[in-house]
């Protein structure tokens, strides 16, 4: 069914509006856990009430973070039911699982031992609190997991098998979607990324205080654990955000080009490390795609291949094909999309007149082509590149602010360990900045991971456009804005409670 | 018994001796009310499960769909 550029355009919108909204709470706790954690530990092992006073305080920040942030994310859900119903059954049996676990998992894990760490602190041990600080970071580190783990599986479909007789795809193999590489890559950069935001986080308040000249000693102990937890997590997001950039270029490749506005394939490719792309660009002019640019030798090839000769295909080699590398066209992957539809089309004809043997052949013809089947929706080979301005300056402001915080990281850990952070004003203030900034690169981060992997639902197999409900854009339409508006309003209400908390500080939490 | 009591008296006085939690436990009340009873009852029908009755009915509908542009 063709559905209209409109009813898609805000279908997508209303995701994109949900996911980036939800995701502005996530990351927060992901981190925070830990660090709480890795606070109480401390209060623990010494006996420092101090320590306790300052895992209070940021168990209070977490707590309002999670209650603001709590069922943001379930109104994916309900998108999906309404307005990608299409989808929703297609992937079905693959999401069914994963989710459920999740939903077991956050409901046990963190429902239970959120109670005990709040409320518990004067009625069980110091050991099982303890216990249970450290299982509601493992338990909301947990439910990410598998979150991502279904992620994973759209930007690289495995293990599973497409039924043409229920139009579901069906799992066959757990361990592959569960290990998907893919998803084990995305699953660490993403957690490591939401430990690096509340590093900042935490480092951030904590500079407030300072500039302020209050809750000196709260501040500095914040700030040591913080900048430790960050320095250490974000070396890991490097080393993550490289794997992630790795399977990236085998299985997306068009993504990876996107991200780095590369045109024409080669080998030895660098990274631009700062670039203005030139607006007029177009797929098969001969014009240069930057007006200005910085670029590392060789760092793409290493990044994309781990070798620093590697070809690495532009989007030109990945819609027009390349011979010499083995890289086949849009137009012959259509091809061979077109021919999977018509084979299942067959397939369903001759199971209906109840010809078994003609529907049998219709199968097999339906498996040799269904690799490719998602490019028979396609109506020019054009519409298999995605918006690579908004792609590459999504990554590279990713990648520019992740740099600026392992800077961050050293210094403030370095004047807070020689005990002179209090004397660097410059440094609290980039600090304090450097808040939002975090959260920037978070937003920019998926939008890389989604808007780099268009025009799929799931790669290769389903555009967006097959994906979507039969269903009015006027009604889409109007639930984007109910969203905006509902959303707004707990932002600011999250906002307004947690600077009321943080202004009235440690001790009167 | 005496852990049932242990545990409810966790929440009861936990809850009761809540200062900000007080206004979080409204907000998130008010935020699942919108939801769940407003949002998803009136926006947000299952659609396949709204215009078909069994999983059969459903698959034919999104074969339907997937071969409508057979060549």
Redesign the interface.
């Known amino acids: 069914?063709?559905h209209t550029a409109e009813l898609i355009d805000w279908s997508r919108a209303q995701f994109a509006l949900t996911a980036l909204y939800h995701w502005l709470f996530v990351p927060l706790t992901l981190g925070l856990t830990f660090i709480i954690a890795i606070m109480e530990t401390i209060y623990v092992k010494t006996g420092d009430l101090w320590w306790k006073k300052t895992t209070q305080f940021w168990m209070?920040v977490l707590?309002?973070n999670f209650?603001?942030g709590?069922?943001t994310g379930?109104?994916m859900e309900?998108?999906f039911?309404?307005n990608w119903?299409?989808y929703?059954?297609?992937v079905g049996d693959i999401f069914g699982a994963p989710l459920a676990i999740e939903g077991l998992m956050a409901f046990f894990m963190e429902s239970t031992f959120f109670?005990?760490m709040?409320?518990?602190w004067e009625?069980?041990s110091k050991k099982m609190h303890l216990i249970s600080t450290w299982l509601v970071a493992i338990g909301s580190n947990l439910s990410a997991l598998w979150i991502l783990v279904a992620n994973g599986w759209m930007q690289h479909p495995v293990g599973m098998t497409f039924n043409?007789?229920?139009?579901?795809n069906e799992m066959h193999d757990f361990a592959a979607v569960f290990f998907n590489p893919n998803a084990v890559s995305k699953f660490l950069h993403t957690i490591s990324s939401g430990y690096v935001l509340a590093s900042v986080f935490v480092i951030g308040i904590s500079a407030w205080y300072l500039i302020k000249r209050r809750e000196i000693m709260f501040a500095k102990r914040s700030i040591i654990v913080a900048a430790s937890f960050g320095l250490i997590t974000s070396l890991f997001m490097l080393s993550s955000g490289d794997k992630s950039a790795f399977e990236v270029a085998q299985n997306q490749p068009m993504k990876l080009a996107a991200m780095e506005g590369l045109y024409e394939g080669e080998e030895r490719a660098g990274i631009i490390a700062i670039g203005l792309l030139d607006k007029e660009k177009e797929l098969g002019d001969k014009k240069e795609p930057f007006i200005f640019s910085l670029e590392i030798p060789n760092a793409l090839s290493f990044l994309g291949y781990h070798s620093l000769n590697a070809f690495v295909p532009g989007i030109h080699d990945l819609v027009y094909g390349n011979e010499k590398h083995h890289i086949m066209s849009v137009s012959e992957k259509m091809k061979e999309g077109?021919l999977a539809?018509?084979a299942?089309?067959d397939y369903?004809t001759y199971k209906k007149e109840g010809k078994d043997t003609k529907a049998k052949d219709a199968l097999q013809n339906f498996r040799a082509h269904e690799k490719y089947m998602g490019y028979?929706?396609l109506k020019s080979p054009k519409d298999a590149v995605p918006n690579v301005a908004l792609t590459f300056y999504s990554f590279h402001t990713m990648v520019g602010l992740g740099t600026w915080f392992l800077i961050l990281f050293i210094l403030v850990l370095y004047f807070a360990m020689i005990n002179e952070i209090e004397k660097k004003r410059w440094l609290l203030y980039a600090a304090l900045w450097s808040i939002p900034l975090a959260y920037v690169a978070q937003e920019c981060g998926w939008i890389v991971a989604e808007v780099g992997r268009q025009p799929w639902a799931i790669q290769d197999l389903l555009p967006v456009g097959?994906a979507a409900?039969?269903?009015a854009s006027s009604?889409v339409m109007?639930?984007f804005w109910?969203f905006a508006v509902?959303f707004t309003g707990?932002l600011i209400?999250e906002v307004k409670?947690m600077l009321t908390?943080i202004k009235n500080g440690p001790e009167v939490? | 018994m005496h852990h049932l009591n242990n545990i409810y008296r966790l929440y009861y006085d936990g809850f009761k001796s809540m200062k900000i939690g007080k206004k979080l436990w409204l907000l998130i009340a008010i935020k699942l009310f919108i939801l769940f009873a407003i949002v998803k009852w009136i926006f947000f029908p299952n659609v396949l499960k709204t215009k078909f009755d069994t999983d059969a009915q459903r698959s034919t509908y999104i074969l339907e769909q997937l071969t409508q542009q057979k060549e």
């Open positions: 069914m063709e209070t707590a309002i209650a603001i709590l069922a379930i109104i309900f998108e039911g309404t119903s299409n929703s059954w297609i109670a005990v709040f409320f518990g009625k069980v043409p007789d229920t139009a579901r077109k539809v018509s299942l089309s369903k028979g929706y097959m409900s039969n269903i009604s109007l639930t109910l509902l707990l209400a409670i908390q939490h």
